[in-house]
């Protein structure tokens, strides 16, 4: 094949470069059948008389014109079968690269549409099993996009409601203070910077969220030994604990077993369960125990604060949604700590889970898997 005749076959389309591959496989075929039998036919013909006249039949003078008649009759029956099995096998070959363009044209259209915006489109089954593997690929791919896209919809009108409120009250202090209705002071200045230490943490925390969402948080799942960590935190948060507060205890083994974990994301999501039950538990125990069942070792961090309504268990772990509507913004935190930590927790391959009554306390508890 020349360069200008295979470049002239890359320009051809799909149907096309199919349709004419199983032409040109057909026309092989022919010519190889065609040679072989005009070359071994006749031979074979002359070795079946020679055969026959050593029986005792007397073909010698006829021998010539039946060597004739059949090759007339090879002819004409290969010229049949050249011409029926080449109208077949085109017929054949049109409608396979047809059938297979079809479904190659349908999945160019759902991807077009997909490409302009429209996320709901997917592709059809195909009887094709390959291009039933490439439909179902696609087709979860285009789930897995349209879940970040409405997540990213959803995150982007919480971010814009959460920022709105301490950004209107900076702005107000901002004009009230370049008008002269208000003096400056220390109190004016301090509540500025509570503020802007608010839309800090506030945007911080978005960040690590759409990270964890969209699967972008780096992970370093590896065997770890999780007391040090806790036996740090419990000193830690100790430290933070008033005198007339609450007492913070523990209940779990000096040999705790190897678990599959990030140690830094496990000591996040401890940081945060334990920073909400300082804050809403004035009076009583915070307790850390950790016990292993199965495959799992659990953590559990259980406080005798305010209690979570039942009605609202279902909701903890939404974005920007607090149980208790007194606890506003002001209480210090961003509302998204806990959907951080469900994310966090399960990308560990673990689970994250509430129990709580109104009055009496609340237990968050996760797992993570053994080593």
């Given at each position: 094949?020349?360069?200008?005749?295979?470049?002239w076959t890359k320009?051809?389309?799909?149907?096309?470069?199919?349709?004419?591959?199983?032409?040109?496989?057909?026309?092989?075929?022919?010519?190889?059948?065609?040679?072989?039998?005009?070359?071994?036919?006749?031979?074979?013909?002359?070795?079946?008389?020679?055969?026959?006249?050593?029986?005792?039949?007397?073909?010698?003078?006829?021998?010539?014109?039946?060597?004739?008649?059949?090759?007339?009759?090879?002819?004409?029956?290969?010229?049949?079968?050249?011409?029926?099995?080449?109208?077949?096998?085109?017929?054949?070959?049109?409608?396979v690269s047809k059938?297979?363009?079809?479904?190659?044209?349908?999945?160019?259209?759902?991807?077009?549409?997909?490409?302009?915006?429209?996320?709901?489109?997917?592709?059809?089954?195909?009887?094709?099993?390959?291009?039933?593997?490439?439909?179902?690929?696609?087709?979860?791919?285009?789930?897995?996009?349209?879940?970040?896209?409405?997540?990213?919809?959803?995150?982007?009108?919480?971010?814009?409601?959460?920022?709105?409120?301490?950004?209107?009250?900076?702005r107000g202090y901002?004009?009230?203070?370049?008008?002269?209705?208000?003096?400056?002071?220390?109190?004016?200045?301090?509540?500025?910077?509570?503020?802007?230490?608010?839309?800090?943490?506030?945007?911080?925390?978005?960040?690590?969220?759409?990270?964890?969402?969209?699967?972008?948080?780096?992970?370093?799942?590896?065997?770890?030994?999780?007391?040090?960590?806790?036996?740090?935190?419990?000193?830690?948060?100790?430290?933070?604990?008033?005198?007339?507060?609450?007492?913070?205890?523990?209940?779990?083994?000096?040999?705790?077993?190897?678990?599959?974990?990030?140690?830094?994301?496990?000591?996040?999501?401890?940081?945060?369960?334990?920073?909400?039950?300082?804050?809403?538990?004035?009076?009583?125990?915070?307790?850390?125990?950790?016990?292993?069942?199965?495959?799992?070792?659990?953590?559990?961090?259980?406080?005798?604060?305010?209690?979570?309504?039942?009605?609202?268990?279902?909701?903890?772990?939404?974005?920007?949604?607090?149980?208790?509507?007194?606890?506003?913004?002001?209480?210090?935190?961003?509302?998204?700590?806990?959907?951080?930590?469900?994310?966090?927790?399960?990308?560990?391959?673990?689970?994250?889970?509430?129990?709580?009554?109104?009055?009496?306390?609340?237990?968050?508890?996760?797992?993570?898997?053994?080593?």
């Open positions: 094949m020349t360069k200008t005749s295979w470049r320009s051809l389309p799909l149907a096309s470069r199919l349709f004419l591959s199983h032409l040109v496989v057909m026309i092989v075929g022919l010519i190889s059948l065609v040679i072989i039998s005009k070359v071994s036919s006749p031979r074979f013909f002359v070795l079946h008389l020679e055969r026959l006249e050593s029986r005792g039949l007397r073909l010698i003078n006829i021998r010539t014109e039946l060597v004739q008649g059949f090759e007339i009759a090879w002819q004409r029956s290969t010229l049949w079968s050249v011409i029926v099995g080449t109208t077949a096998a085109g017929g054949l070959s049109y409608w059938r297979i363009m079809q479904r190659l044209t349908e999945m160019e259209q759902i991807t077009q549409k997909f490409a302009a915006g429209h996320l709901e489109a997917r592709l059809p089954l195909s009887d094709i099993p390959e291009l039933n593997r490439l439909g179902a690929s696609f087709n979860r791919m285009a789930a897995s996009l349209e879940g970040v896209e409405a997540r990213r919809r959803e995150l982007i009108g919480d971010m814009t409601h959460e920022l709105r409120t301490p950004l209107t009250v900076v901002l004009e009230e203070l370049a008008d002269g209705e208000i003096e400056p002071s220390p109190e004016i200045y301090q509540r500025l910077a509570k503020e802007t230490r608010r839309l800090e943490r506030l945007v911080n925390d978005l960040q690590e969220l759409s990270k964890a969402e969209a699967g972008y948080l780096p992970i370093n799942i590896q065997p770890v030994n999780l007391y040090p960590l806790l036996e740090s935190l419990v000193e830690k948060f100790t430290d933070q604990l008033l005198e007339d507060g609450p007492v913070l205890r523990t209940e779990f083994p000096l040999q705790l077993p190897l678990v599959l974990a990030d140690i830094d994301r496990t000591e996040q999501v401890l940081v945060n369960l334990l920073g909400n039950a300082v804050r809403y538990t004035t009076k009583g125990t915070i307790t850390i125990r950790a016990w292993s069942e199965a495959s799992k070792l659990w953590i559990e961090v259980a406080d005798t604060g305010i209690g979570i309504a039942p009605k609202d268990l279902p909701n903890v772990f939404e974005r920007f949604w607090r149980a208790d509507q007194s606890r506003d913004r002001y209480s210090g935190g961003t509302g998204i700590g806990l959907t951080i930590s469900r994310r966090l927790v399960e990308l560990q391959g673990g689970q994250i889970q509430v129990k709580s009554e109104m009055g009496i306390g609340s237990k968050f508890r996760f797992f993570l898997p053994l080593a």
